[in-house]
């Protein structure tokens, strides 16, 4: 029986304790998912975040996923209890929707404050998710300056920040969480290869074989373009000795598979190999 994957470094724990007691300050809760994974990079454990107050889910990189699968999770997930919207964080248009609609749940959530004899005018938002779906990414977008740090590795926002919008906004900015552990080990890879999960918390190898038989499965004419290949029958390893050899990889004992399985994982995370969704939606 395979152990539980556990990743929860001790910051994580303390912010989780800090947006708790934050929560009673906040109008509505935006949560931010990755629509590469759009089950995947949900993290249940902050439900209770949610559960009391307006929920905006922002299915963040909607540039980098199959449009196909999304517009079906889109159609399952968007219900009374849940405003879902799929966006590109690089698009001003994407980023002003998700704004309109934060405002549009946040004065309603306003409207209920004045009848507790709560009476003030800017709308006050969470934001939440796992590590890497583009929470700094947002903010930056909407205040337009650099006002959180962003990277494509998790763990980087260490604490939380309030950022004043305007006089009508403020969005407050917190730290990625992951669960204190993942019960399925494929969740756990499907998020280190997204880049919301350390790599080093399983094998590389691991990490490549999973991949490499996904695009097998749903996508094999994106790998075969992307790393000018003819095939991708036999074992993880040819491929890899193949992409290696194509790009002239050498070290001193021969071809340099590990730079290859670098290079694949790289262009992974980066979404440079093909428009995709790792969660399929159920037939």
Same mark, same amino acid.
């Given at each position: 029986?395979?152990?539980?994957?556990?990743?929860?470094?001790?910051?994580?724990?303390?912010?989780? /304790?800090?947006?708790? @007691?934050?929560? #009673?300050?906040?109008? !509505?809760? +935006?949560?931010? &998912?990755?629509?590469?994974?759009? %089950?995947?990079?949900?993290?249940?454990?902050?439900?209770?975040?949610?559960?009391?107050?307006?929920?905006?889910?922002?299915?963040?990189?909607?540039?980098?996923?199959?449009?196909?699968?999304?517009?079906?999770?889109?159609?399952?997930?968007?219900?009374?209890?849940?405003?879902?919207?799929?966006?590109?964080?690089?698009?001003?248009?994407?980023?002003?929707?998700?704004?309109?609609?934060?405002?549009?749940?946040?004065?309603?959530?306003?409207?209920?404050?004045?009848?507790? /004899?709560?009476?003030? @005018?800017?709308? #006050?938002?969470?934001? !939440?998710? +796992?590590?890497? &779906?583009?929470?700094?990414?947002? %903010?930056?977008?909407?205040?337009?300056?650099?006002?959180?740090?962003?990277?494509?590795?998790?763990?980087?926002?260490?604490?939380?920040?309030?950022?004043?919008?305007?006089?009508?906004?403020?969005?407050?900015?917190?730290?990625?969480?992951?669960?204190?552990?993942?019960?399925?080990?494929?969740?756990?890879?499907?998020?280190?290869?997204?880049?919301?999960?350390?790599?080093?918390?399983?094998?590389?190898?691991?990490?490549?074989?999973?991949?490499?038989?996904?695009?097998?499965?749903?996508?094999?004419?994106?790998?075969?373009?992307?790393?000018?290949?003819?095939?991708?029958?036999?074992?993880?390893?040819?491929?890899?000795?193949?992409?290696?050899?194509?790009?002239?990889?050498?070290?001193?004992?021969?071809?340099?598979?590990?730079?290859?399985?670098?290079?694949?994982?790289?262009?992974?995370?980066?979404?440079?190999?093909?428009?995709?969704?790792?969660?399929?939606?159920?037939?």
């Amino acid at each position: 029986m395979e152990k539980n994957i556990h990743w929860f470094p001790g910051h994580m724990k303390k912010a989780l /304790g800090e947006m708790e @007691k934050r929560l #009673r300050l906040v109008d !509505i809760v +935006i949560e931010l &998912v990755d629509s590469r994974a759009p %089950i995947s990079s949900r993290n249940n454990s902050l439900s209770f975040l949610y559960d009391k107050k307006m929920h905006l889910i922002v299915f963040t990189k909607a540039d980098l996923a199959d449009k196909n699968e999304i517009k079906k999770w889109e159609s399952s997930l968007n219900n009374t209890q849940n405003k879902v919207i799929f966006a590109d964080l690089n698009n001003e248009k994407s980023v002003k929707n998700i704004v309109e609609c934060a405002k549009e749940i946040g004065e309603k959530a306003l409207q209920k404050n004045v009848s507790r /004899g709560i009476n003030r @005018k800017a709308i #006050r938002a969470m934001i !939440i998710g +796992i590590p890497n &779906v583009g929470k700094s990414t947002l %903010i930056n977008k909407i205040s337009r300056r650099k006002s959180a740090r962003v990277e494509n590795r998790p763990g980087l926002t260490r604490s939380e920040q309030w950022i004043k919008i305007s006089d009508s906004l403020e969005l407050l900015d917190t730290p990625g969480i992951l669960p204190s552990s993942y019960v399925d080990k494929e969740v756990s890879i499907k998020l280190a290869l997204l880049g919301s999960m350390r790599e080093d918390i399983l094998p590389l190898e691991e990490l490549f074989s999973y991949l490499i038989n996904f695009y097998r499965l749903y996508y094999p004419n994106f790998f075969l373009a992307k790393y000018k290949l003819t095939t991708l029958d036999g074992d993880d390893l040819s491929v890899l000795q193949t992409i290696a050899n194509n790009r002239n990889f050498m070290s001193k004992s021969g071809l340099d598979t590990n730079r290859a399985l670098n290079l694949v994982l790289k262009d992974f995370r980066n979404g440079e190999i093909g428009k995709i969704c790792l969660d399929r939606f159920p037939h």
